[in-house]
């Protein structure tokens, strides 16, 4: 019984160490962005990788004229009062805890950006697996349907 035990636990560790050079993030900067305008912003996350971890990461969204959401001062002072955050926080918050944690599945949603926080982790899932096959090309993450501005 010992051998088997012994055996599989070195198995598993040589799977895993030949393994894990696949899943290995390559050096970079990736994007990815949604594929369409919400309530006229599509958002984007662009990450920096170095040394196989994710060093850099900016979370955002953009109007069809390049304008940044976090900069919209009067979207900020509507939406502080409403949910209690806005843009400028909330993607920062989001782009720290991706850089930090490595791993979008472990980022808490903060509240009062919850959409947000829904696009960011879909997002981040994406740029992230770009990273790991060292694709360069922007992703494209589609949106729902009914989020889509007509």
């Known amino acids: 019984m010992k051998k088997q035990i012994c055996l599989g636990l ?3 560790a040589l799977c895993l160490g030949g393994c ?3 899943y290995t993030m390559k050096d970079g900067f ?3 962005e949604m594929s369409g305008y919400s309530h006229g912003w599509k958002e984007y996350i662009c990450i920096m990788v170095k040394g196989g971890k ?3 990461a900016e979370f955002n969204a953009k109007n069809p004229s390049g ?3 976090a900069w ?3 979207y900020m002072a509507n939406m502080l009062t409403d949910a209690g955050t806005y843009p400028n926080e ?3 918050y989001y782009a720290s805890q991706l850089v930090e944690k490595q791993d979008s599945s472990k980022i808490d949603a903060l509240s009062g950006a919850s959409h947000s926080g829904g696009n960011f982790i ?3 899932e994406a740029v992230i697996n770009q990273a790991l096959q060292g694709n360069s090309s922007t992703a494209v993450v589609e949106i729902a349907a009914e989020e889509t501005d007509k």
Request: proline share 0%.
């Open 20 to 22: 894990s050079s696949s």
């Open 67 to 69: 304008y940044i959401k």
């Open 54 to 56: 994710i060093v850099y």
């Open 90 to 92: 909330y993607t920062r």
């Open 10 to 12: 070195l198995l598993a």
């Open 122 to 124: 879909r997002l981040s």
């Open 30 to 32: 990736y994007t990815a």
């Open 72 to 74: 919209d001062n009067a």
